[in-house]
């Protein structure tokens, strides 16, 4: 773990493509997944309520996951996904659902605090413990709030409009 300047622990998380993101950079491209419209683009007002957050911080992240090649942002045009970023926030999103399902299924946790829990968790379960998840759980096909789980290695997934509140 890194602490900041501000006394903020960051976990990071190691993505399929061997890239280590802090969980703030996470948040915002499963973020930008969730928010995405038809355009293929996310506001940045919206991510930034999203994740509680200033835009001034928003721009300051997008720059960097710009400069990772995971989001496509030009400044007042919003922001979207690059292939890789896609891939990130829906391993992201699939880690989140999959630990939504076992702790609500399993351990008997209320939805919301599963998805408090889950939101803790997703950065830093492991690839094998995905899997290992997964197959114990039967590969469930929707978290218990009704959204897909995204198949391992996805590019993309279906959101529909609950997407917005249930992640």
Same mark, same amino acid.
């Given at each position: 773990?890194?602490?900041?300047?501000?006394?903020?622990?960051?976990?990071?998380?190691?993505?399929?493509?061997?890239?280590?993101?802090?969980?703030?950079?996470?948040?915002?491209?499963?973020?930008? *997944?969730?928010? $995405?419209?038809?355009?293929? !683009?996310?506001?940045? %007002?919206?991510? =930034?309520?999203?994740?509680?957050?200033? @835009?001034?911080?928003?721009?300051?992240?997008?720059?960097?996951?710009?400069?990772?090649?995971?989001?496509?942002?030009?400044?007042?045009?919003?922001?979207?996904?690059?292939?890789?970023?896609?891939?990130?926030?829906?391993?992201?999103?699939?880690?989140?659902? *999959?630990?939504? $399902?076992?702790?609500?299924? !399993?351990?008997?946790? %209320?939805?919301? =605090?599963?998805?408090?829990?889950?939101? @803790?968790?997703?950065?830093?379960?492991?690839?094998?413990?995905?899997?290992?998840?997964?197959?114990?759980?039967?590969?469930?096909?929707?978290?218990?709030?009704?959204?897909?789980?995204?198949?391992?290695?996805?590019?993309?997934?279906?959101?529909?409009?609950?997407?917005?509140?249930?992640?």
């Amino acid at each position: 773990m890194e602490t900041t300047e501000y006394g903020i622990k960051l976990t990071m998380v190691k993505s399929r493509e061997s890239r280590y993101l802090n969980k703030t950079s996470g948040d915002i491209l499963r973020a930008i *997944l969730s928010l $995405v419209g038809p355009d293929g !683009t996310a506001s940045m %007002s919206d991510i =930034a309520r999203r994740n509680n957050t200033s @835009r001034a911080f928003v721009t300051k992240m997008l720059k960097s996951l710009s400069d990772e090649g995971m989001v496509d942002y030009v400044a007042y045009r919003g922001v979207g996904l690059t292939p890789d970023g896609l891939r990130v926030a829906n391993e992201l999103a699939r880690h989140h659902r *999959l630990l939504e $399902v076992f702790l609500i299924d !399993t351990l008997g946790f %209320s939805s919301e =605090a599963a998805h408090e829990e889950a939101e @803790r968790l997703e950065h830093v379960i492991s690839e094998e413990f995905e899997e290992r998840l997964a197959a114990f759980l039967n590969h469930p096909t929707h978290c218990p709030h009704g959204q897909p789980i995204p198949e391992s290695d996805t590019v993309g997934v279906q959101r529909t409009a609950e997407d917005e509140t249930a992640d």
